[in-house]
């Protein structure tokens, strides 16, 4: 326990807690002696009836109204709000997410009497705010500071830590052999530990820092993009790597792309918050630890280098061996469909014991799933699709084993390299989720 705890202990309610900034801040709270209720839509199987994970059931979807969360209430003393997201889906929509469940909770803590209120927005959510994400932020952060409570925004810039979104962008970009520098790399970032911030609400639940009002949340000092990802490389245990300084038009095309994938790390919103600049010269933060930011040099533990190397790798290798794959695909039906010999298919189709016209259908059959699996790869990869591949993979070995043994014996191993397509159908299917 770094820090001695301030007041006695609180009954704190984290909304969001199963997040990468609202898990973090559940394990400090605790740390410091706290009693913390995690606030979730669903709890984990894993936490069923946990006496030592306590959960209050919440959805800011439905719970719209301070009646709503009247009851849930009663006993709290410090409510955390961790809830959001960077980018909206069908189920998932910035205005109840950060506006209209968030404001009906404030209000019921006003009318029920919490102590503190502290609300994870960001830094750049402002009337200046030019995405959806930091206006429906900065909606909720002015309906908080206008009630009638001891409230404090909490402003982050850029938080690292091993499973936030934007750390595992940057250390994908770090540790790739060239870095791309997107628009020469001059955006300044102010990146800030999570375990800083972790540490700075659970400080504001003890009744320290301002009683009202923004607080920014930066780091020691303000870097270009270009430094951070050398001084991540570096900290990842990597020399440097040359630069490769990507023209501002073909990083704004990556980022339209990105809009319509869902998974996407880049995507218009996160490039114009980017291009902005994320930094602050606010010293609240250094005066509520007692300390300075913890600096980029030392974000990086030396029992974390492997884990954080491994996730950046995932995150660019994933997708090339995506890429490869389908492009196999799609070159064994193009093949089929003209450049290998017509008469060579039919004969080794007639030892399989199709005749010419059924030849011919399998042989194009095969050509256009080839090819529709292919486009598949490339544009709606999934658990289900891998599935399918791998039972494919699995009949053409088998009929091919059956029929054609010899193939197996071929010195270009036809056959022979359908087990390492097995193997990286596998891998694909094991690091979906995580993908």
Not at 22 to 27: D, L, M, P, Q, W
Not at 184 to 201: F, K, R, T, W
Not at 374 to 393: E, S
């Amino acid at each position: 326990m770094p820090y001695p705890i301030h007041s006695a202990p609180k009954t704190v309610l984290v909304c969001g807690a199963s997040g990468f900034l609202g898990s973090h801040i559940v394990r400090t709270l605790e740390l410091r002696g706290h009693r913390v209720l995690r606030g979730l839509r669903q709890a984990p199987p894993s936490w069923a009836d946990d006496p030592q994970r306590p959960i209050l059931l919440m959805d800011f979807d439905q719970d719209q109204t301070p009646a709503a969360w009247q009851a849930r209430l009663k006993g709290i003393e410090v409510v955390v709000n961790a809830v959001g997201i960077l980018r909206e889906t069908a189920s998932q929509r910035f205005q109840s997410l950060h506006v209209d469940g968030p404001v009906a909770l404030f209000e019921a803590c006003a009318e029920a009497g919490v102590e503190r209120v502290i609300q994870i927005s960001a830094l750049g959510a402002d009337r200046q705010g030019s995405t959806r994400y930091q206006q429906s932020k900065h909606r909720a952060d002015e309906a908080l500071l206008a009630l009638p409570l001891n409230s404090v925004v909490l402003q982050p810039s850029l938080v690292f830590g091993e499973q936030g979104a934007s750390s595992r962008l940057f250390a994908a970009l770090a540790t790739l052999p060239v870095t791309p520098l997107p628009a020469e790399g001059e955006q300044l970032v102010q990146p800030v530990h999570v375990d800083d911030l972790s540490l700075a609400v659970a400080l504001l639940a003890e009744g320290l820092g301002p009683a009202r009002g923004r607080m920014a949340v930066a780091g020691a000092q303000a870097v270009s993009l270009r430094s951070y990802l050398a001084d991540l490389r570096e900290g990842l245990g990597w020399k440097p790597a040359p630069v490769l300084k990507s023209p501002r038009w073909l990083v704004q095309g990556l980022a339209r792309w990105g809009n319509r994938r869902p998974q996407a790390l880049l995507d218009l919103a996160s490039w114009r918050m980017l291009e902005r600049g994320n930094t602050s010269g606010d010293t609240t933060l250094s005066e509520l630890l007692g300390r300075p930011p913890r600096p980029i040099a030392q974000f990086i533990e030396t029992s974390e280098r492997r884990a954080l190397r491994q996730a950046g790798l995932l995150v660019w290798w994933l997708p090339l061996l995506r890429t490869s794959l389908g492009l196999v695909w799609l070159s064994a039906g193009l093949l089929s469909l003209g450049s290998f010999p017509l008469d060579d298919s039919l004969a080794l189709l007639a030892r399989v014991g199709a005749g010419p016209a059924l030849g011919m259908a399998l042989l194009y059959g095969a050509a256009g799933l080839n090819l529709l699996l292919g486009l598949a790869t490339l544009a709606w990869p999934g658990r289900r699709l891998w599935v399918a591949q791998a039972l494919l993979v699995l009949l053409y070995t088998a009929i091919i084993s059956l029929f054609l043994p010899e193939q197996w014996l071929h010195p270009f191993g036809p056959v022979v390299k359908n087990l390492p397509i097995l193997a990286l159908l596998g891998l694909l299917y094991a690091f979906e989720e995580r993908a």
